[in-house]
């Protein structure tokens, strides 16, 4: 899994071509460090058709809100550089996140 900083964000996520999943996570976030082996999982088994990364947003703040990043967990899926879906808060389980992988490793 590809670890984002505000200096490859850009690069790695918004001027890719294809489906870059970003896990957004937080310093002493429980339900985030929780989330992150099930996405370490899938990243594994799906890693071949969609591109897993991670950003800290404890230390990309600016980043993460100029993404509307405004709650974690969060785990964003954009296609060509758009976001075109995410899972937030309570939505963001790994049932979820595994459905979401499924429907766009398609």
Request: hydrophobic letters at 40%; one cysteine or more.
């Amino acid at each position: 899994m590809l670890e984002l900083d505000r200096k490859n964000f850009e690069e790695e996520v918004l001027q890719a071509e294809g489906t870059v999943l970003v896990d957004f996570f937080g310093d002493g976030c429980v339900p985030c460090a929780a989330l992150k082996p099930h996405v370490e999982a899938l990243a594994e088994e799906y890693g071949d058709k969609i591109k897993f990364t991670c950003l800290n947003t404890s230390k990309a703040r600016r980043l993460a809100i100029s993404q509307k990043i405004l709650g974690l967990p969060v785990v964003a899926i954009y296609q060509n550089g758009e976001k075109v879906t995410e899972l937030v808060k309570e939505a963001c389980t790994k049932e979820a996140v595994a459905e979401l992988v499924k429907q766009y490793a398609e």
